[in-house]
């Protein structure tokens, strides 16, 4: 053996240059001259010139009769398909000493450390960006022990391995530059080819000693199977075989040659090829088939043997009468499993095929058996590389018709049968409820035009409904054997339905839908192949399909949400012209100026205002506080706005009605008119937060936001991840009217005085949440004892809260007629949920249930443990309010005097507080002492209202 080490082609001497390890055995002429132009149209490397050299390298694989000749292709071939080479290593198998040594005059083994000691650890092939100077392979490659890699070369490292032991018989080392996608095709292909001419020889070798010698004396018949085997180079699995069918057809002289290949199902299938006739696909499943025979026992089958339904099969698939044939079984040369049957057809002579074509036949697979399987190897990886693009195409596809239910399973159906090669498809989907299979979309087209049609089956009936009762796909060969099959249909439509491929389309665990499959194209039935891909795209459709449904839920639920907010404003919004046209065009006049003492704490709106008048009140209220002439606010759109408010609030609702709002707003305006706000607040604040107080409450429920989240409700599926449910539910419902035509009184804000407005709205609605107030609470205390300073923002958000829980609680400030009366509204809210929640098998908390609520004692822990502390606090913030602070510790006494005088006995009669007879000022009157204010608790008792969002008043 020799070492064939050749340099780069230098352009200044136009020949090869030998390096110190190059030693060729003598060859043909011939043969040396193609290498050499080989060599010399290797420095213009490109993909189709790299294609061709790997096609003529591969056949001189095919035709080397000697080792020589082997390892002077792999060079020459590695130079033509790989860029810029400057130096290639072949070590070859010693068969005497099992080592792999040098090909050339000195046999310098595999070096049995370094870069190739790795690569043959792996036994695939590896890049080296980088060769140290100490490794053993340097002095190989170069005559110094200096070596250094051109720019841009890298060192590949190839072995490559027997099939049948799976050991390394040649070692390739190759200095390039980097191997692209196609260069790595291409010596992949390569390197399978040089194992099968290696093995080969290897055989030739053992059985004839000196084969130069013994193939010059071969017979004719063996030089064919020779000069077939230089042709089997293709890459295309169906041109290798029509080269090799077309080859026994000629030697056995016979009319028709199939190759039947074993199937993993199996089963065997063959894609059949004839001149003018389009390609069929045959397929029989072996254990019910004569086909079985020749797999099962190894041996021949003839014609005799198959049955009439196989052989009318491949009579329709030929096209001709069948007189003789012969059926030979293929070993594997590795493991001697049958992988393919060869069935050759009719004879010429007119007489049957005998034991020369047998022997004929298994002397060419005796010698292409390797070639065929590892080309069949690679075209199942480049399928499967193949379906694996076109299944992500499919996703892609499938994914962009979410919006469109139809167009989805109109494309469903498009690629179902492209990729099942299927003439017809129907899709089924699952309705749970009638228990039906409903079908609007056959054949990639709708029902009948016109009116729209759909088709509705039993879910338990047919090939269909057994696939979506069991989940399982089906795969029938003959459907009018099939029990199931409905023969009717092709009856009326006149369509023959030969095969059925069914498949469930299965989101999760539920079968939400069914594919058909009708009739292979090309082919008697689906393969075992198209079962996967079915299965691999039922997940794609899977997620489409379930995606889509859930896209329309969606889409129907947003419009419902839409049309109920639209219905919501057109009723808030359908306001008589002429109550709006009077209150637009009336002079504004300061509302204390028309209601006398509208500005003093102890006025009471509930009493003295008729609830007519309450939106006139509030615009004069905007004029009083100048925020009109301030903020530019249009006339028409303040009318329209406070009206739409006062009606978006639910006169059922016994408490959070537009009372309590006009009350909260009412007190805001006794704040800005009493405490001299501008020196703590700025203007937008005031202004943003008289309008948050008309607001906080709009569409209340009269529930709680613990009944909201404990009953599942809507507001709380939309607003509970964030808390303080119906506090979102109001600012929403806010932000919807202040949206709406000729409502915004924002309008005239600047875009940063809008967004900073938006901003304020949001802190102070939230801030109504009692839950939100008793977090603060203790920052609050601290800024209290240390200073409100009027330059930190967040000093200013903490006394926009603690003035929004204010207003909120303002009803404790007033007389003790107007406390009853709110105090009755209240608790009818609250036992009204109480029964709710048990009806809905809750208990209620005491404070709902009118069975025992104690309402003094609760009424004293509200004012101990959140009025008062609220109101003192306020006072210190803004000394001006200190009114109300001392008016709730009077009522506390009052609450005190009840509780004395009822005892245990409830106080409620029906709707009714039943405590007006009890009077509560005579002992207030000698207790002329004003009591000290209360001591805080640092936690509520057990009667108090809790700081949860369970709380709101």
């Known amino acids: 053996m020799t070492v064939t080490v050749t340099s780069p082609i230098s352009p200044n001497v136009g020949k090869c240059q030998m390096k110190k390890f190059k030693f060729f055995r003598p060859i043909s002429a011939a043969i040396r001259d193609k290498r050499l132009r080989l060599e ?99 002095p190989l490659l170069s005559l110094t022990n200096h070596f250094i890699l051109p720019d841009g070369n890298k060192i590949v490292c190839a072995p490559v391995q027997d099939r049948h032991t799976k050991k390394t018989v040649i070692f390739i080392v190759v200095a390039c530059n980097e191997l692209t996608n196609d260069s790595k095709e291409n010596i992949d292909y390569l390197e399978r080819h040089i ?108 014609l005799s043997d198959i049955t009439d339904y196989e052989r009318e099969q491949l009579k329709a698939c030929l096209g001709a009468e069948l007189s003789n044939m012969l059926c030979i079984p293929v070993e594997s040369r590795s ?185 292979k194209v090309a082919g008697n039935c689906f393969t075992a192949e198209d079962v996967e891909v079915a299965k691999a795209f039922s997940i794609y459709c899977a997620i489409a399909i379930a995606h889509s449904l859930l896209y329309m839920k969606v889409q129907q639920a947003q419009k419902k949400i839409l049309l109920t907010n639209e219905m919501m404003l057109y009723h808030m919004k359908n306001l008589p012209q002429d109550e709006v046209r009077a209150l637009e065009t009336e002079e504004r006049v300061a509302a204390s100026e028309r209601w006398k003492g509208l500005d003093q704490f102890n006025f009471n709106v509930r009493l003295a205002v008729p609830y007519g008048d309450t939106v006139r009140i509030v615009l004069n209220m905007f ?62 604040e005031i202004f943003v937060t008289f309008i948050a107080c008309l607001c906080h409450d709009i569409d209340h429920r009269g529930t709680n936001n613990a009944f909201e989240i404990n009953s599942n409700s809507t507001l709380a599926s939309l607003y509970s991840s964030q808390g303080s449910v119906m506090e979102r539910h109001h600012l929403s419902q806010t932000v919807s009217i202040l949206n709406s035509e000729g409502c915004n009184v924002f309008a005239g804000l600047g875009d940063d005085q809008f967004k900073q407005a938006l901003d304020i709205l949001q802190n102070d609605i939230l801030a109504t949440d009692l839950a939100h107030h008793f977090r603060i609470l203790g920052e609050l205390k601290s800024v209290a004892k240390s200073g409100y300073d009027v330059d930190n923002p967040r000093h200013h958000e903490l006394l926009l809260c603690l003035i929004m829980t204010s207003c909120d609680l303002s009803d404790q400030t007033k007389d003790w007629k107007n406390l009853i009366e709110v ?56 000394p001006g309010a200190a009114e109300p602070f001392h008016a709730t510790e009077v009522n506390k006494k009052r609450w005190q005097i009840v509780k004395e005088e009822c005892g245990d006995r409830p106080v409620m009669n029906g709707n009714k507080i039943d405590i007006l007879h009890i009077d509560v000022d005579t002992p207030l009157q000698k207790d002329t002492a004003p009591s000290p204010p209360p001591e805080e608790p640092a936690t509520p008792n057990a009667t108090s209202v809790e700081p949860t969002e369970e709380s709101e008043s």
């Open 823 to 878: 105090a009755e509204n209240l608790y009818k809210e609250f036992f009204n949920q109480g029964d709710l929640e048990r009806a809905m098998g809750s208990e209620p908390n005491e404070m709902m249930d009118r069975q025992r609520a104690h309402i003094p004692e609760q009424q004293i822990s509200f004012l101990d443990n959140v009025a008062l502390p609220a109101f003192g606090l306020l006072k210190t913030f803004l």
């Open 195 to 302: 194992a099968a001419a290696w093995f080969r020889l290897s055989q030739l070798e053992t059985t004839s000693p000196g084969s130069v010698a013994v193939a010059s004396e071969l017979d004719a018949e063996s030089r064919k199977i020779l000069k077939l085997c230089g042709e089997l180079y293709d890459r295309d699995g169906e041109r290798l075989q029509q080269k090799l069918l077309h080859f026994l057809q000629e030697q056995l002289d016979c009319q028709f040659c199939i190759l039947f290949f074993v199937g993993e199902d199996n089963s065997i299938f063959s894609h059949v090829t004839l001149p003018n006739r389009p390609k069929v696909e045959l397929y029989f499943p072996i254990s019910t088939n004569s086909f079985g025979t020749a797999i099962h026992k190894k041996c021949p089958v003839v």
């Open 623 to 684: 004029h009083e506080l100048g925020f009109i002439q301030q903020w530019n606010l249009d006339m028409n759109t303040l009318v329209q706005f406070s009206l739409t408010v006062k009606q978006g609030y639910r006169d059922t609702v016994p408490y959070h009605n537009w009372w309590h709002a006009f009350s909260v707003g009412h007190f805001f305006y006794l704040l800005a008119r009493n405490c001299t706000l501008n020196d703590s607040l700025s203007e937008l």
């Open 335 to 519: 493991d001697q499993n049958i992988i393919a049957l060869f069935c050759a057809f009719n004879k010429r002579n007119g007489q049957g095929f005998d034991a020369t074509d047998e022997l004929k036949a298994n002397n060419t697979f005796r010698y292409t058996t390797t070639v065929l399987t590892s080309t069949i190897a690679y075209q199942k990886e480049r399928r499967l590389k193949s379906q694996t693009e076109t299944m992500l195409n499919v996703a892609k596809n499938l994914f962009s018709r979410l919006e469109d239910m139809t167009q989805l399973l109109k494309l469903v159906m498009q690629e179902a049968r492209n990729l099942c090669n299927a003439e017809r498809c129907s899709l089924f989907l699952v309705n749970e409820t009638r228990q039906q299979l409903v079908a609007k979309v056959f054949d990639g087209g709708e029902c009948d035009t016109g009116a729209q049609q759909e088709i509705r089956i039993p879910i338990d009936k047919g090939i269909a409904g057994l696939v979506a009762t069991t989940g399982e796909i089906l795969n029938i060969k003959d459907a009018y054997q099939h029990p199931l099959f409905f023969t009717g249909v092709d009856l009326k439509t006149g369509f023959r339905t030969r095969a059925i491929l069914c498949f469930p389309i299965i989101d999760g665990e539920q079968v939400i839908g069914v594919a058909e499959l009708c009739n």
């Open 40 to 138: 010399r149209t290797s420095s213009g490397h490109n993909p189709e010139q790299a294609k061709k050299g790997l096609e003529e390298g591969i056949l001189r694989l095919s035709e080397a009769i000697s080792f020589d000749q082997l390892y002077d292709t792999i060079t020459d071939t590695l130079r033509l398909i790989l860029d810029n080479v400057s130096e290639v290593l072949v070590f070859s198998l010693d068969q005497n000493t099992g080592n792999l040594v040098s090909t050339g005059s000195v046999n310098q083994p595999l070096p049995s450390h370094g870069i190739c000691k790795t690569a043959r650890d792996l036994g695939t092939r590896k890049v080296f960006k980088t060769l140290d100077a100490s490794d053993p392979l340097c």
